[in-house]
Structure formats: C-alpha cells, structure tokens
C-alpha cells in the first residue's frame, strides 16, 4: 500500500479546483520526452474520467517513438497552433503544468503561461520549483512525474475506474524517466505501482519495444558515428563528451528523438562517471543542446547549473550553450576540469 502523497487539504483543494473549473488546459515542457508525455496524456484520462474535457498542449515538436501511445492526437503543439491556444489560456479556468519547475521550459509558450488568468496547479519532481501555482504537487524525490501522477490517482481512489489509457502512458513515463528501470528507481513503492499498472491488461514488453526497439536504420547509422567518430574520452578523469552538427543530423536524417539514450552509451565504458552531449539545434544558430548524465553520487545538476544555464536531476541534467559548437567543447572541457576531484 502507498503512503499518501498529498495532505488531506491538498486532496480536497485538487479535487474542488477540477469540480469548479471549466475550461482546463495542461501543458508539459518544450522537447517533451517520455514522462512529460506520459504524464501529460494520463492525467488527462484522469480529468476526462472526472466529466471534464481539458486540452492537452505540447510547446513544440516531440518524438515520434512516443507518438504511438493512446489519445496523442488529442495533443495540440503550441508552435502549429498558438492563436488557439492562446486564445484558450486567456478564457481558461485551471491549468496544469506537468513535469517543469519553472515556466521559462516551456520556451515560446512561457509568456501566454504567465499572462493567462487561470489558476495554475504544478505536477512535477524536479528541484527548486518556481512556477507561480494555487497548488504545487512538487516531489523531488520521486522517479518521474508519471509515478507522482499515479500516486495522485491512488490517492483520490480513481484507480480502479481507469484503465489502459491511463496504465499504458504512465508505464511509458516511469520506464523513460528510470532508463527503463536502471536508474533513480531503487523505491519498492515503484514495483508495487508496476504491478498494479499491469492489472489493466498493458503489455510492458510491447511498450518496451515500442520505445526502445522503434528507430530507423538512419538512427543506428548515427549511433555507430558518433560512438567511433564524435566521442572524446577523458580516461584520466573518468568523464566523455561528444559532438552532434547539423552536417551529421543531414547526413543521417536526423528526426526529433534519434540522440534519445545515446548520451547514456559512454558511461558503459568501465569507470566512466560522466557523459555529456553537445547538439546543434536543428534551426537556430549558436545554440547547443547539452544533455548530462552520471553514476553514483557526481551531480549533473550542480555542473549544469553552474555551466550550461540548465539543472535537473543528480545523474540526469540539460542545459543549452548560447554559442557555437567549439564554445560549448571548451565549457565542457572547462566544466570536467572543474569538477575532476568528485571525478577522480
């Protein structure tokens, strides 16, 4: 049995600002991956099941390998459709902001946020949370936003009433955001959540594959380039980074999605305790993706914070650099040389 997760007022207070509002909109952050979606299409099952008919809304473009999860045409992009959402946010009643600590991850969308009259409720589990909310469900502790959304769930005792259109994205979101439950998922509460999942008939296996075993041959092709061509390994220190351009994204029919799990690679490699990625952005000039993770205690989000205006996790982090790729190399050499006593 679970903990309970929230107060008995903050059960009440969730459960009278979805009864009183109208018009719902819940939005998750820009580059959405697994558990952004995941969570973001379960605790709209939640709200439909409660009589409500909320508009789901992404900032941008996701992956396709999450675009084969149950109701992803009921999604909206901000970037195809920003009159309409707009407009929606302005008249809205409630909105939730699932799996982002602070507006500004919703790039484009972050002004409409702020300006929208609606009562913001925040569902999330990242640290230092910042988002102006009537509710802030924050967890830092937890594995995922989808496993603070199943709590929720619990908790109200909507459980039972569910079904796979709830399991099926909420399975998807913890397994994503646990790199497939090899990490940030020591909890037993975890495989008791698991286990009630798969009452509802989902099959983990197919959803495994669906989001692992589900790239183009181009996709392999850029794995194997930049492991042998792109990777620099820093033995003396234990950490590696490497280098993604638009050149290599061209030569390879890079989609959104195909650098998904490449960054964790590295740190098969015995004693490595980092691994960081560099990417172009695909249209903007002098921008640089960068994607941090660790083993052990070596905290991403401390180097992230401190060199690559990001944050996040202990052993999972982003950030960007405003320049160009040989900026972004310097400041992760910079960053490693800074930190090599925690990586020694």
């Given at each position: 049995m679970l903990n309970p997760i929230l107060t008995e007022g903050e059960c009440t207070q969730l459960r009278s600002l979805i009864d009183t509002s109208q018009t719902i909109v819940v939005v998750c952050h820009s580059n959405a991956d697994?558990?952004?979606?995941?969570s973001l299409l379960g605790w709209g099952e939640v709200l439909r099941q409660l009589g409500k008919e909320p508009l789901l809304v992404v900032p941008d473009q996701y992956p396709d390998y999450l675009q084969w999860m149950p109701n992803t045409e009921k999604i909206v992009r901000y970037d195809k459709r920003k009159?309409?959402?707009?407009t929606v946010l302005k008249i809205a009643d409630l909105v939730f902001c699932l799996d982002f600590?602070?507006?500004?991850?919703?790039?484009?969308?972050?002004?409409?946020?702020?300006?929208?009259?609606?009562q913001r409720v925040l569902i999330d589990h990242h640290l230092g949370?910042?988002?102006?909310a009537v509710l802030s469900i924050s967890r830092p502790p937890l594995s995922s936003t989808c496993e603070l959304v199943f709590r929720i769930v619990w908790q109200m005792?909507?459980?039972?009433?569910?079904?796979?259109?709830?399991?099926?994205?909420?399975?998807?979101?913890?397994?994503?955001d646990t790199g497939g439950f090899t990490f940030a998922s020591n909890d037993p509460d975890i495989y008791f959540i698991i286990s009630q999942l798969l009452?509802?008939?989902?099959?983990?296996?197919?959803?495994?594959?669906?989001?692992y075993h589900n790239y183009s041959e181009h996709r392999l092709r850029l794995v194997g380039h930049v492991l042998c061509n792109c990777l620099v390994v820093d033995n003396e220190r234990h950490a590696s980074y490497y280098t993604i351009n638009r050149a290599d994204m061209k030569k390879f029919h890079f989609v959104k999605g195909d650098a998904e799990g490449l960054v964790n690679m590295p740190l098969q490699i015995k004693g490595m305790k980092l691994s960081i990625s560099l990417r172009e952005d695909s249209e903007r000039n002098n921008l640089i993706w960068v994607s941090l993770r660790s083993v052990d205690d070596f905290p991403c989000n401390e180097m992230a914070a401190r060199f690559f205006n990001g944050g996040g996790h202990l052993n999972a982090s982003?950030?960007?650099?405003?320049g160009t790729m040989a900026d972004a190399v310097r400041i992760v050499q910079e960053a490693i040389k800074a930190y090599e006593d925690k990586l020694k």
């Open positions: 697994g558990d952004a979606i995941g009159d309409y959402v707009d600590n602070t507006l500004s991850r919703t790039e484009d969308m972050q002004e409409a946020l702020a300006d929208s009259p609606a949370p910042d988002v102006p005792g909507l459980f039972d009433v569910l079904g796979k259109h709830f399991a099926i994205p909420v399975y998807a979101g913890m397994m994503t009452t509802k008939h989902i099959n983990k296996d197919k959803i495994y594959r669906n989001v982003g950030g960007r650099v405003n």
